[in-house]
């Protein structure tokens, strides 16, 4: 039987006088695979540091479950330039995945290299891991940031954009990959996504992000639902 791993009721967000997300209400069940869609500043990302409990909702309240410990969650933030840039090793950046569960230990345990070897196999970048993560490709760096969030989460993934500015074959591989993770490891998914069709394809939920009024519901209510019959004419 599913749980309930994350309820939102009636949240809100905002920054100083801007006003994000307004009275917004879902929630998300072990096992499920939600894709978060919605046009840019939609408020997408703010909502993914709601749910990981770097963001506080100014009004209504995030719920989750006891069950959910927060080293069950792994992270895949959107990318900045910045970010790109980063100068460490991909065994370094994989690994940065256990700093949530390490605690206040200094070194990281034979445990968490483990886990970071596991998943650097399980993403095929086995010939990249003394490579610097800065000289890497988009679709390799992507592919690390999501071994290095599988490090961190075993219950639940909020992935923010994970496919974006990858060409089509690796984006099928990302998405075909995450899908794995969900159906044969029961990894709970959160994905943002600007890619509509393919949310449609892979999610058993969507949440639509609109100012004026969100969508929440499965995946085959939205097809049929106003704003998904919107997008999905708009294509033919
Ligand atoms: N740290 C911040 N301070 C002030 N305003 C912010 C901050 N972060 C985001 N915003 C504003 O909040 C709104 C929502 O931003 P957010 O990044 O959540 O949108 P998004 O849906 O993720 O957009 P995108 O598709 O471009 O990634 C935007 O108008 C943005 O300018
Ligand atoms: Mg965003």
Do not use: W
Not at 48 to 73: A, F, H, Y
Not at 103 to 121: C, E, Q, T, V, W
């Amino acid at each position: 039987m599913s749980t309930e791993l994350i309820k939102c009721e009636n949240v809100s967000f905002s920054y100083d006088s801007l006003s994000v997300i307004r009275d917004l209400s879902f929630s998300v069940s072990s096992g499920d695979y939600l894709c978060i869609v919605g046009e840019n500043g939609s408020g997408k990302s703010t909502l993914t540091k709601g749910i990981l409990g770097l963001k506080s909702p100014t009004k209504g309240k995030i719920v989750k479950s006891p069950e959910l410990r927060s080293d069950d969650v792994g992270y895949l933030p959107q990318q900045t330039p910045a970010q790109k840039d980063f100068p460490a090793s991909v065994f370094e950046v994989v690994i940065s995945g256990r700093l949530n569960s390490r605690g206040l230990r200094p070194f990281y345990s034979k445990k968490d290299k483990m886990m970071a070897h596991d998943n650097i196999r399980r993403l095929g970048i086995e010939n990249l891991m003394y490579r610097s993560y800065r000289d890497l490709s988009g679709g390799q760096q992507q592919r690390v940031l999501l071994a290095r969030a599988l490090c961190a989460g075993k219950k639940l993934l909020i992935l923010d954009e994970p496919v974006t500015g990858l060409d089509p074959i690796v984006t099928e591989e990302m998405y075909r990959l995450i899908l794995e993770l969900n159906r044969k490891e029961g990894i709970s998914i959160i994905m943002v996504s600007h890619d509509i069709t393919s949310a449609a394809k892979y999610a058993d939920h969507i949440l639509h992000l609109n100012f004026e009024k969100s969508f929440f519901g499965t995946t085959e209510d939205y097809i049929k639902s106003p704003m998904g019959r919107y997008f999905f004419s708009e294509e033919k």
